[in-house]
Antibody, heavy 121, light 108 residues
Framework: EVQLVQSGAEVKKPGESLKISCKGS????????IGWVRQMPGKGLEWMGI????????RYSPSFQGQVTISADKSISTAYLQWSSLKASDTAMYYC??????????????WGQGTLVTVSS | EIVLTQSPGTLSLSPGERATLSCRAS???????LAWYQQKPGQAPRLLIY???SRATGIPDRFSGSGSGTDFTLTISRLEPEDFAVYYC?????????FGQGTKLEIK
């Protein structure tokens, strides 16, 4: 069974750093892209970026390039999303999802449960 | 970056009715790169349709997707109570992706 298990909720202050995680199991972690999606309170989904754990090839949305860093440690089947200096506007639910990239389609098929990040002074 | 515009913003229908949700792209999208998701309150999104018209595993056949180029449609043939949720289209192209802003399907 494919599973993506995300780290727990975080409460941080503006200016602090943060790294959240997403552990994959039940499939070959290095054979699929993993993506991150932001959902601000009461708002829609935003595509942030994806990483291919096999070779760490990473693609970012222009909206998030330079704002966050996506990484992966294939030895422990875990992807990460990190911030060096959080802002209040980073308050959101963050989902990781497995990204399928084949000729028949490009899409997120399995999703983590989400990690709620709250940034407040 | 391709912008996806979904309409209507909110759709009020009754169980048993047919729902038609639209997703329009600011430039042409390969059909392979267009997907639809359902999200219920407090839950992660769920994949419904990929490749514009292929149902994901376990998705009932009352859900169907169609379209090409810049215009795509998600149709729910006969609404069940569990179908009332928010629906998002999403595209991937030129090494990045975007979501539409969502359509809320509510009970009339």
């Amino acid at each position: 069974e494919v599973q993506l298990v995300q780290s727990g909720a975080e409460v941080k202050k503006p200016g602090e750093s943060l790294k959240i995680s997403c552990k994959g199991s039940g499939y070959s972690f290095t054979s699929y892209w993993i993506g991150w999606v932001r959902q601000m309170p009461g708002k829609g989904l935003e595509w942030m970026g994806i990483i291919y754990p096999g070779d760490s090839d990473t693609r970012y949305s222009p909206s998030f390039q330079g704002q966050v860093t996506i990484s992966a440690d294939k030895s422990i089947s875990t992807a990460y999303l990190q911030w060096s200096s959080l802002k209040a506007s980073d308050t959101a639910m963050y989902y990781c999802a497995r990204h399928v990239a084949v000729t028949t389609g490009y899409y997120f098929d399995y999703w983590g449960q989400g990690t709620l990040v709250t940034v407040s002074s | 970056e391709i912008v996806l515009t979904q309409s209507p913003g909110t759709l009020s229908l009754s169980p048993g009715e047919r729902a038609t949700l639209s997703c329009r792209a600011s430039q042409s999208v390969s059909s392979s790169y267009l997907a639809w998701y359902q999200q219920k309150p407090g839950q992660a999104p769920r994949l419904l349709i990929y490749g514009a018209s292929s149902r994901a595993t376990g998705i009932p056949d009352r859900f169907s997707g169609s379209g090409s180029g810049t215009d795509f449609t998600l149709t729910i043939s006969r609404l069940e109570p569990e179908d009332f949720a928010v629906y998002y289209c999403q595209q991937y192209g030129s090494s990045t992706g975007t979501f539409g802003q969502g359509t809320k399907l509510e009970i009339k």
